[in-house]
């Protein structure tokens, strides 16, 4: 069985604070994006892995092996699995890659066994494997808080367009996190923010991302990707998650192909597309 692991961004990202147990809280409005990893499940007589990125292993790391190890223990699985797993989402790119590559494999397990779980107990087993995967399990645009384990699906309006700049450098999220400062990094009005966007009016000025400028002083290729696409024109430009991946959105697809045409020589990664507003059917049998 295979399914779509569709990536997402962060429109905006506001670090509220830290909890006791070491936790951010955040506040943040996530967008899927009609690009995917595509996972593909069966049950073998023995487990075997294959991925087109070859440094993308299976072990304990691995988003899928931590999904399937959970679900194993929940609903006393023996059976073995054959996984192939063709990457398109970058690693250590703020666009959720190994969190929906996570979803997928719940949503493929959840069908191969005829699962049922509960809404409280879908939570409990993504917030096991790691802080976005619910929110890319449900795949709908949501104000994620939290630890992004709780999730309210929201209102767009509009039809919106994006441009993506990856410098090759990734960011590793923990160390993106230990360099936060939130006296000093922004905090972008969220409230605004989803109003605007129910109400279909303009979302300029109201992005922000509170990782932004520690995940630039890791990266400085993150600050020239943002540089670069506002020398060109681009509006409402921001680094999604904990980076190193920049976006510009707009209702413009001429605008955003435009953009992509004057960028696409001059960056080693860069990739149009469109924000999904609808759950997407991923489960291909």
Known sequence: MKDKAYAKINLALDVCGIREDGYHEIDSIMLPINFYDLLEIRISDQDSYRCNWPYIRDNENNSIHKMISVLKEKYHITDHFMIDL??????????????????????????????????????????????????????????????????????????????????????????????????????????????????????????????????????EEIKEAIDSLKAAGARNVLMSGSGSTVFCISEDQREIMRLYQKLRDTHSYVRFGRILKKQQKKLIV
């Open 86 to 219: 063709y990457k398109s989402v970058p690693t250590q790119a703020g666009l959720g890659g190994g969190t929906a590559d996570a979803a997928s494999a719940l949503r493929i397990l959840k069908k191969l066994y005829h699962l049922n779980p509960s809404e409280e107990e879908i939570k409990e087993i993504c917030t096991q494997v790691g802080a976005d995967v619910l929110f890319n399990y449900h795949n709908v645009p949501a104000r994620v808080t939290g630890i992004g384990d709780v999730l309210k699906e929201i209102a767009v309006k509009n039809d919106y367009h994006i441009l993506l700049v990856k410098p090759k450098k990734g960011v590793s999220t923990p160390a993106a996190y230990g360099l936060l400062d939130l006296d000093r990094c922004i905090h972008p009005d969220i409230d605004s923010l989803q109003k605007a966007l129910a109400d279909g009016t303009s979302i300029e000025g109201l992005l922000g991302n509170s990782m932004q400028e520690a995940a630039m002083s890791l990266n």
